[in-house]
């Protein structure tokens, strides 16, 4: 029984691929270890979509190797660089990408060491890393084609996982122990268009929200142009989906979001804000913005904060733009500096941490659920868990100082102070 572990880098839904790739060798009688000091071999499940995840991705698996561990490599960055590979790093083992997962221990038992890329399905599993939530990856692909983005090349165009097979899945993560369901996708709005149907992920959603023992539904990476009234009819209505939305809209400008491709432009980004603000109570935006892309004058970027300072945005991500060869933004003239680039990326966040500690502030006092996960990672004298308005990974916590838990478990907490984008309360 040959023993591996993995190393997963990049999205969350580089992660499903990565619980799935654990499961189909497990399954073919290897052994996982968590630690991978005590593995036969290493599999580096990597990320290319920016330049810094590339080097990174190189960085990890020129480590291993050091350390006399065999390593293969999969994910998007043998999409991104092909065959190439094979030459530039002759002592990897094996380079699969997307798609091939499945053949893994056939290739690994022939000696192959090139899997090519295949884009035609979604991966579907039960082993989850992340106990009582999992990331459901309902489509592979995008077919928006923003200027500054890769997806396209590396990941394919959009192909949507069955409704039937979507539903099997959650009942057994379910059955597994999992409480909450994460929806994620490249463009969850687009989920089902190409199966032709029109609200796609409105249906899922009411298909899913019966099974026993979910009790969360959240909604990550929704792309403006995608959001409709009949979805969010679904989030004030249905208990089980958090008061919550990932709405990444990059920019508000139209000068810039039309050099950066972006399907809609800003009335897309107008009209989403516009519908939640109007249909739905209570619900958490979270957003992803981008500054210094090609456009972006002084005027540009003066809109933008503007926004960020209106207060619509709870949770945010700011990045700064990375010129990706094999792009059409990278074909324009970049004229900021990344002085200048790092510059605006700290303003926005300076106006959004200001406002989040307001929005935090008004839950003092106030009864909330709470998932409690686990101790708080720098203490065992503190529990950690999340409010339907938190996801994982991206957004704060509620740090629990009184009180004792199952992990895994539901809680009410009463919230007793707030620090920048953290809760502090105790269970009652």
């Given at each position: ?8 880098l ?83 083992a ?31 599993r039960?082993?989850?890393?992340t ?29 949507s ?33 190409d ?16 099974i026993?023992?979910?009790e ?32 990444p ?30 249909m ?33 945005i ?8 990375s010129a ?11 004229r ?23 929005r ?26 999340r ?9 704060g ?14 809680y009410?907490v ?7 984008y ?7």
């Amino acid at each position: 029984m040959k023993r591996f572990s993995i190393v997963s880098l990049g999205c969350h839904k580089n992660l499903v691929d990565s619980e799935f790739i654990c499961e189909t060798l497990m399954n073919s009688g290897y052994s996982l270890e968590a630690d991978p000091a005590y593995a036969d071999c290493v599999i580096v499940n990597t990320c290319s979509f920016l330049t810094s995840a590339v080097e990174e991705s190189i960085q990890t698996i020129l480590e291993l190797l050091d350390q006399g561990k065999e390593v293969l490599c999969t994910g998007c960055l043998v999409s991104r660089y092909g065959r190439d590979l094979v030459t530039e790093l002759p002592e990897v083992a094996l380079f699969a990408g997307p798609g091939t997962y499945q053949g893994l221990p056939a290739a690994l038992s022939q000696g192959e060491k090139y899997l090519s890329p295949l884009f035609g399905g979604v991966v579907k599993r039960s082993f989850v890393t992340t106990g009582p939530f999992a990331y459901l990856k309902v489509s592979e692909g995008c077919s928006n084609h923003c200027h500054y983005c890769l997806i396209p090349s590396i990941r394919g165009e959009l192909v949507s996982k069955q409704p039937r097979d979507i539903i099997d899945e959650c009942s057994t993560l379910a059955a597994g122990g999992v409480k909450e369901i994460i929806l994620i996708a490249q463009d969850l709005g687009s989920y089902g268009k190409d199966l032709g149907h029109r609200e796609g992920l409105a249906d899922l959603i009411e298909r899913i929200s019966p099974i026993d023992g979910i009790e969360w539904i959240r909604i990550m990476y929704m792309h403006p142009d995608s959001l409709s009234e009949a979805l969010l009819r679904v989030i004030g209505d249905n208990p089980k989906v958090c008061p919550y939305i990932d709405l990444p809209v990059q920019h508000v400008s139209d000068k810039v979001l039309r050099a950066m491709g972006r399907k809609g432009g800003a009335e897309a980004v107008r009209r989403a804000i516009d519908l939640l603000r109007s249909m739905t109570e209570n619900i958490w935006i979270r957003s992803t913005i981008m500054v210094g892309h090609p456009g972006e004058d002084e005027q540009a970027f003066a809109e933008l904060e503007d926004f960020i300072s209106q207060g619509y945005i709870d949770h945010l991500g700011v990045f700064t733009y990375s010129a990706e060869e094999g792009t059409r933004s990278c074909q324009m003239e970049d004229r900021l500096g990344e002085k200048v680039k790092t510059g605006r990326k700290e303003r926005i966040m300076a106006r959004q941490q200001e406002i989040s500690r307001k929005r935090l502030r008004t839950l003092l006092r106030t009864r909330i659920p709470v998932l409690v996960e686990g101790f708080h990672p720098e203490t065992d004298l503190l529990l950690k868990g999340r409010a339907s308005f938190q996801a994982p990974d991206v957004d704060g916590h509620v740090i629990i100082n009184e009180g004792t838990a199952n992990f895994g478990s539901f809680y009410d907490v009463e919230i007793i102070d707030s620090i920048e984008y953290d809760l502090i309360g105790r269970i009652v």
